[in-house]
């Protein structure tokens, strides 16, 4: 294959307003945010400058061709055929997950969620003042799988009201199967739990896996969903924020339009709809040789940490760019281990604890960088192990 884009190439992110670069000190290497390095696609990027050429910046309507480009690419990447009507635009990831929640959950009713997860859906609770129930992730082996028996009780709760599922799930990096998602459907639908599948890793899975969209598993059952994607994170625009809903069910659809239009927020930015339509219509080869890349990255992280700071444990990485480190050998807390990286080593990573208690004893680092800044990260790291008094290191097995 011939390589067509240089995601080697250092872009200068200082000084830009840059969440992850400028909210680090000038000698910190930030590796915590889902927020990649490289720059995006050229052809989105052309995109874009040919609609700002434009110099008229007007309310504006979602192109018809939004529509067709979504289509196209589930159809193309997921194997998955949905229809116009089954689509409904929305304003970013974060905004429609909280909509969709405000819509179908009171007050003193209940989410399910499956930690260790993605940190925002905590927000969503504090914020909105729903109940949640956590059905922890197993772990065990060194991979995680979801608990059905703590899942069947937690759902048989009268006051359960959604399951909101992380597939591909942050920050653990399994991309849940066929046979998974089906017994989640199938006890959702036995107890009136309606599930939203945050989707926004997707297009991140690697090679021996496949991404299964919720929605072509939740048609074979009497189950209230919807399903979320963006090419927020495929495509590195989170400062061009845009999403969309799927659902066959076209009153879901319009039920949660209602709540958009409550929080004025029921039309997607014009120039983050022409990333999306550029990004989904021009993307796949940019998306190959990104994965290439990741993948690339993943192999060097798990040949370093298993040469120099061995009893760290990498599990794998089926999908997303974001790999979960087993600490727990090292016998300090997650917050304990990312203070001392960054006050010491200058590198700023995740502490497990952000995910929940059931990430204690992990960490979070992004490797959506290049292989330069990913190797200064994986020095630091060692800088720091090779510190630790060896008597203060316990060897562990992949158990919890």
């Not at 000698?27 to 609609?51: N, Q």
């Not at 974060?94 to 989410?111: C, F, H």
Request: contains cysteine; charged residues 25%.
């Amino acid at each position: 294959m011939t390589e067509k884009y240089n995601f080697d190439e250092i872009v200068s992110r200082r000084g830009t307003d840059s969440v992850k670069w400028d909210l680090a000190k000038d000698d910190v290497l930030p590796m915590w945010v889902a927020d990649m390095d490289f720059k995006t696609a050229p052809e989105i990027t052309e995109a874009i400058v040919e609609k700002v050429s434009q110099g008229v910046f007007g309310y504006g309507l979602v192109p018809a061709n939004f529509f067709d480009a979504i289509i196209h690419w589930w159809k193309e990447i997921h194997q998955f055929s949905i229809k116009k009507d089954w689509i409904l635009p929305g304003p970013g990831m974060i905004p429609t997950l909280s909509a969709i929640l405000r819509t179908y959950v009171k007050r003193d009713e209940n989410i399910i969620i499956q930690p260790p997860v993605y940190n925002h859906f905590y927000n969503f609770f504090e914020n909105c003042e729903f109940g949640v129930v956590e059905n922890n992730l197993l772990y065990n082996n060194g991979t995680y799988k979801i608990d059905f028996d703590d899942l069947e009780f937690k759902a048989s709760d009268s006051k359960a009201k959604v399951l909101l599922l992380c597939n591909p799930h942050n920050p653990v990096g399994r991309v849940w199967n066929r046979n998974e998602l089906e017994k989640i459907a199938e006890i959702c639908a036995k107890h009136k739990v309606m599930v939203v599948s945050d989707e926004i890793h997707a297009d991140l899975v690697y090679q021996g896996h496949q991404h299964i969209p919720f929605a072509s598993v939740a048609e074979n059952y009497d189950l209230e969903s919807v399903t979320c994607g963006s090419p927020c994170k495929t495509f590195n625009l989170a400062g061009l924020p845009i999403s969309y809903v799927i659902s066959q069910n076209v009153e879901i659809l319009n039920k949660i339009h209602k709540t958009f239009e409550i929080q004025e927020t029921s039309y997607p930015n014009p120039l983050a709809a022409t990333a999306l339509i550029a990004a989904y219509q021009n993307g796949n080869n940019w998306l190959d040789e990104l994965k290439i890349y990741l993948g690339e990255n993943y192999q060097y992280l798990l040949e370093f940490i298993k040469e120099n700071l061995p009893e760290i444990k990498v599990l794998p990485l089926e999908g997303t760019y974001l790999v979960w480190l087993d600490c727990k050998s090292l016998n300090k807390t997650s917050d304990d281990l990312s203070k001392i990286l960054l006050e010491d080593e200058k590198l700023w990573v995740n502490s497990g604890t952000m995910y929940g208690k059931a990430g204690e004893g992990f960490l979070r680092i992004n490797i959506g960088c290049t292989k330069s800044n990913l190797a200064d990260g994986l020095n630091r790291m060692k800088n720091f192990y090779d510190k630790i008094p060896k008597s203060q290191i316990t060897s562990k097995d992949f158990t919890s």
